[in-house]
Structures are given as structure tokens and as C-alpha cells.
């Protein structure tokens, strides 16, 4: 009895384990062919030449602080080489770190907006505000037409010692208040281009100057300064048209004075 049972294990055994093996083999093969190797993301990132197109066909943006400091507010006000939407990286210093974050902004009606906070939000809503904001670059790639891409440098100063005079990050652009004192945020961007049309050659960047509040209500003339080894005419954009200022230039410094501007340019007389 106990040889016949053996013999019958002897058989019965390798015939159930190739049994299960045939299962294993038929489940694994039907699983490769039900479910598909994920496709790979066929979306790229738009990396375009960067300030290649002249200044005069550059978009003319604008940042601007909010009333407690905590976001920024990009905005586009005029695209002058087509295109229908803007892909955009922000990049800052805050303290010792660097942050950033980006968007995508359609085109269609001008001027758009964009507002962003300096910080984190939660998945539960809880904020962590940066702070010690010093500035830092905005890339911004325009889509739509023939793609190009613009890159400018911007600074922010948080006025808590009430300070009346303030400069770009390249140096080149200052301007000077005493008025300035009473504002809290405030920026100076190198913007990419600028608006309307200038028949003149620039001999520098478009500055722009914002705050938290309106700077058209200072009660005195803002001094501006442009640090240049050429001689040139100080004009601003009042928000309507461009303004020849009155300009004096000496060791390397053209400077003038007047109502504040919403952008500033150094043009050759």
C-alpha cells in the first residue's frame, strides 16, 4: 500500500505544480497584454533663444508689489511681436534661499495679470510667508506666433528702514525721494521692453518703478539717475506718451527730475 501511494504522489505532485505553473505563465501573459506600458508625456517645456529679438519688439511688463507684501503681481501691457500665450518662470531670494514658481497666462485681451504669493500654501490652506525678499529674474516665453523668450532682473525692497533712495540690481538706475520714506514694498524691474514707440537709440534698459500704493501722489519731483559712459536724454512714459526730461550729465551720470513715470529710458540725444 505504501509503494502504490508513493507512486501515485509520485505522479500527482510534479502534475499539480505544472498545473500551477500553467496558471501563473497564463495571468502574467494576459496582464502584459491588458495593460499598456504607460505612454511617455509627449508635453515640452518651450525653451526658446532668450533677448534675442530687438528691445523695440519686446513686451513691456510690469511688476508690482501688493499693499502687505506678500505677492507680486505680474502684469502684461503690451506684446508687440505676436503671440497668444505667455509661459512664464519667476525665480527670488529670500534670505539665504532661492525660491521661485511660474504660470501660464493667455493673451487674448490685454492688459492681463497674473498675482502670486511669496510663500507656500498647504493642501490644509495654512500659509508660509517668505520674507527678506530681495528680488531676483523673470523668464518669460511667449507662444502662439514664432516663439522667443525674454529675461530681465528685478528688485525688491521691503522699506522698513525708510529709505529714500533706491537702485536696480545691475546699478545702472536709482531713483531718489524723500517721500519715498512712507512707502512699505517697493520694486525696480529691468523690464524686457517698453510701451508706444521710441524713435531714439536706447542706451539702456527699460526701468520700471512700483510700489504698494500709487507713486503719483508724491508732492515733490522724483530724482532719477542713469549710470553711462555716454552722454544721453533721460525720457519717462507718463502712462499716455513718452516725455523728454531735463538731463545733466557728468562724471558718467546722467541725471534729471520730475513727476514719477511708470518706465524710464537713457536714449541717445
Given at each position: 500500500?505504501?509503494?502504490?501511494?508513493?507512486?501515485?504522489?509520485?505522479?500527482?505532485?510534479?502534475?499539480?505544480?505544472?498545473?500551477?505553473?500553467?496558471?501563473?505563465?497564463?495571468?502574467?501573459?494576459?496582464?502584459?497584454?491588458?495593460?499598456?506600458?504607460?505612454?511617455?508625456?509627449?508635453?515640452?517645456?518651450?525653451?526658446?533663444?532668450?533677448?534675442?529679438?530687438?528691445?523695440?519688439?519686446?513686451?513691456?511688463?510690469?511688476?508690482?508689489?501688493?499693499?502687505?507684501?506678500?505677492?507680486?503681481?505680474?502684469?502684461?501691457?503690451?506684446?508687440?511681436?505676436?503671440?497668444?500665450?505667455?509661459?512664464?518662470?519667476?525665480?527670488?531670494?529670500?534670505?539665504?534661499?532661492?525660491?521661485?514658481?511660474?504660470?501660464?497666462?493667455?493673451?487674448?485681451?490685454?492688459?492681463?495679470?497674473?498675482?502670486?504669493?511669496?510663500?507656500?500654501?498647504?493642501?490644509?490652506?495654512?500659509?508660509?510667508?517668505?520674507?527678506?525678499?530681495?528680488?531676483?529674474?523673470?523668464?518669460?516665453?511667449?507662444?502662439?506666433?514664432?516663439?522667443?523668450?525674454?529675461?530681465?532682473?528685478?528688485?525688491?525692497?521691503?522699506?522698513?528702514?525708510?529709505?529714500?533712495?533706491?537702485?536696480?540690481?545691475?546699478?545702472?538706475?536709482?531713483?531718489?525721494?524723500?517721500?519715498?520714506?512712507?512707502?512699505?514694498?517697493?520694486?525696480?524691474?529691468?523690464?524686457?521692453?517698453?510701451?508706444?514707440?521710441?524713435?531714439?537709440?536706447?542706451?539702456?534698459?527699460?526701468?520700471?518703478?512700483?510700489?504698494e500704493k500709487s507713486l503719483q501722489t508724491?508732492?515733490?519731483?522724483?530724482?532719477v539717475s542713469f549710470r553711462s559712459s555716454?552722454?544721453?536724454?533721460?525720457?519717462?512714459?507718463?502712462?499716455?506718451?513718452?516725455?523728454?526730461?531735463?538731463?545733466?550729465?557728468?562724471?558718467?551720470?546722467?541725471?534729471?527730475?520730475?513727476?514719477?513715470?511708470?518706465?524710464?529710458?537713457l536714449v541717445k540725444k
Amino acid at each position: 500500500m505504501k509503494i502504490a501511494l508513493k507512486k501515485k504522489l509520485f505522479i500527482i505532485v510534479p502534475a499539480v505544480l505544472l498545473l500551477i505553473g500553467g496558471i501563473v505563465f497564463a495571468v502574467n501573459r494576459s496582464n502584459k497584454l491588458t495593460t499598456p506600458d504607460p505612454a511617455p508625456s509627449s508635453k515640452k517645456k518651450v525653451q526658446s533663444p532668450v533677448n534675442v529679438i530687438p528691445v523695440a519688439d519686446r513686451p513691456y511688463l510690469r511688476l508690482e508689489p501688493s499693499s502687505d507684501g506678500h505677492y507680486i503681481t505680474l502684469t502684461v501691457k503690451e506684446v508687440k511681436k505676436s503671440a497668444n500665450q505667455l509661459d512664464y518662470e519667476m525665480e527670488y531670494q529670500t534670505g539665504s534661499m532661492l525660491q521661485g514658481f511660474g504660470g501660464l497666462m493667455k493673451l487674448d485681451k490685454l492688459p492681463v495679470s497674473d498675482k502670486k504669493l511669496f510663500g507656500s500654501q498647504s493642501a490644509g490652506g495654512a500659509i508660509t510667508y517668505h520674507e527678506d525678499i530681495k528680488g531676483g529674474n523673470l523668464l518669460a516665453q511667449f507662444t502662439g506666433g514664432e516663439a522667443y523668450a525674454v529675461k530681465s532682473a528685478w528688485r525688491y525692497f521691503t522699506n522698513s528702514l525708510k529709505a529714500t533712495e533706491f537702485s536696480s540690481q545691475d546699478t545702472k538706475f536709482s531713483v531718489k525721494n524723500a517721500d519715498l520714506s512712507k512707502y512699505s514694498y517697493l520694486i525696480i524691474y529691468n523690464s524686457p521692453g517698453y510701451p508706444a514707440e521710441l524713435k531714439q537709440e536706447l542706451l539702456s534698459d527699460p526701468y520700471v518703478l512700483s510700489a504698494e500704493k500709487s507713486l503719483q501722489t508724491l508732492s515733490s519731483k522724483l530724482e532719477v539717475s542713469f549710470r553711462s559712459s555716454e552722454e544721453g536724454q533721460i525720457m519717462g512714459y507718463d502712462g499716455s506718451k513718452w516725455q523728454e526730461m531735463s538731463t545733466t550729465y557728468s562724471d558718467g551720470l546722467a541725471q534729471a527730475s520730475g513727476p514719477a513715470m511708470d518706465v524710464y529710458v537713457l536714449v541717445k540725444k
